[in-house]
DNA sequence: AAGGGCTCCAACCGCTGTAGG
DNA sequence: GCCTACAGCGGTTGGAGCCCT
């Protein structure tokens, strides 16, 4: 998108009801096309950008304006610890809503409450450098290898999604979803976590056949084609009974560390809370409740 | 009533990724 | 491989409205 910048004089800030007026009426007639010829054509003093903004974050006809319901607060939460601040993708998981909405509910509701429980809302945990949780098991900060773990999650799906037939590579997700049936076919990057983690923990039947995720030789990068042949039990292959030290591959310890980094917050947060550290208008789901639903056909407990 | 501080969110800005020439 | 144009993303900001004193 060019830059707003290039065309001096063009009007920025709030949109008046003629404005919006202008900008329906065009896409009402010509429908969805080039942005950067659209406010010309529109009769707007506005770049392009400004109008795709204003469009995908008010008029687009699918929104669903309002409160968050705890359903959506709930996802939001949930996907922002696996994701981060990936608001596109997470608000692929609520096609209802979009980035800008669920971002700012983020920063302005979700986030607060974090911090006045005293938990990081970047890492979801609580703010210590060093918890143990109720396994035993200590849990650092496990950010960098959730995030490995997470982008292998998505170019997994990446890859996936390239075998699907596509004629529409540059469509946005709006205009795609449009061309698509009533199901959402959003992309689930947890459905790809869960595949990345049943990868990593499977019984294999043909242990020499297993795939793992794994570095590529030449670019360094990950890359979802490394096969790597490897035998043997998967618990020897991540360590030798329970000394963490003698992990036989690397990568997989690192998974097995994402994993467990999951689980152990996991336990921390459905720990029984004393009566006295109820913070209200927090949902108590948050604390007690870990059934995750996307949609009725879609479920994961973690 | 006034005004200062706070909250919220629409909109902007700067940047990245990608397609096409 | 480089350049340009464009779409899209995430961080940030401005200002309207609300709340409190």
Redesign the pocket.
Known sequence: ?????EKMGL?????TPDEDQKLLAYIEEHGLG????LPEKAGLQ?C???C???WI??FRPDLKRGKFSLQEEQTIIQLHAFLG?????IAAHLPNRT???I???W???VK?RFTKMGIDPTTHKPKSNHVVSPTGRTTLNHMAQWESARLEAEARLVKDSKNLPSSS?????Y?KSCNKGSKSQCLDVVKAWQSVVAGMFATSTNNSNRIIFGPDQSSGNYELDSIIPIGGNVEDELMLGNDRSKCQVPELNERFDNYMSLHDTMHLWAAPIAENDVVEGFPDFLVHDFDYQIDNEESITV
Do not use: F, I, V
């Open positions: 998108m060019a830059d707003c910048r009007k920025k800030g709030p949109w080039n942005w950067r010829t506005r392009g950008k400004s795709r903004l204003r974050n008010y601040n990936r608001w596109s993708t980035d800008n909405e971002k700012n509910y920063n302005t509701h607060k590579s540059r469509l946005s997700p205009q």
